[in-house]
């Protein structure tokens, strides 16, 4: 029973890792992504195995966080929250599932859950700059500009070379041109 745990666990991280890359690869120069059409039976079958697996482990974060992170590119938001809520109820100081339970319920337009699960990231992990940029992009669009450059200066100290830091920067870099 170990083992086999031990290999769902295993596949699960193969598949978290393969199907990011599978996504990014597309924006290194020099690589062509896989069609379309190629994609989608991937994901159906990536889920499919997923769910499976889930059925062993049913607070397994890592499967819970890539499930939702299919139900989310599929557009069903709903779900996505449920195994992101899942996880969280299994070990919440996951800072993953916690930044992407945030960025689904901001896409739900729950603004107010979306923000705490970003100041809960920075009670976890002070300083994290995703955290702190998205804790900034919640700020700019209630129109607070001041508390938003707060937030986004922190991610640059706090980030430096992280792609949080350098979306803070042209961020903040908008706020001064509108000035």
């Known amino acids: ?29 020099g690589v062509v992504a896989a069609p379309e059409s190629n994609r989608a039976p991937n994901l159906t079958h990536e889920k499919a195995f997923l769910i499976e697996q889930l059925a062993h ?6 499967i819970l966080l890539r499930l939702a992170q299919i139900e989310r590119s599929e557009g069903n938001l709903p779900a996505a929250r449920q195994h992101l809520e899942q996880a969280v109820a299994a070990d919440g100081k996951q800072v993953d599932v916690r930044l992407e339970l945030g960025l689904v319920c901001w896409e739900m337009g729950d603004f107010a859950a979306a923000e ?16 702190l940029y998205n804790l900034g992009a919640i700020a700019a669009n209630r129109g607070n500009a001041t508390q938003a450059r707060q937030f986004w200066m ?16 042209q961020a903040v870099e908008r706020l001064e041109a509108a000035r």
């Open 154 to 169: 922190d991610a640059v100290r706090s980030g430096r070379n992280s792609d949080a830091a350098g979306k803070a920067r």
């Open 116 to 131: 705490e699960q970003n100041r809960t990231v920075l009670r976890i992990q002070p300083g994290q700059p995703d955290a």
């Open 1 to 29: 029973m170990k083992t086999r745990r031990a290999m769902a666990a295993l596949a699960a991280a193969l598949l978290i890792g393969g199907g990011g890359w599978l996504f990014t690869r597309a924006k290194r120069p």
């Open 57 to 62: 482990n049913p607070t397994h974060a890592p």
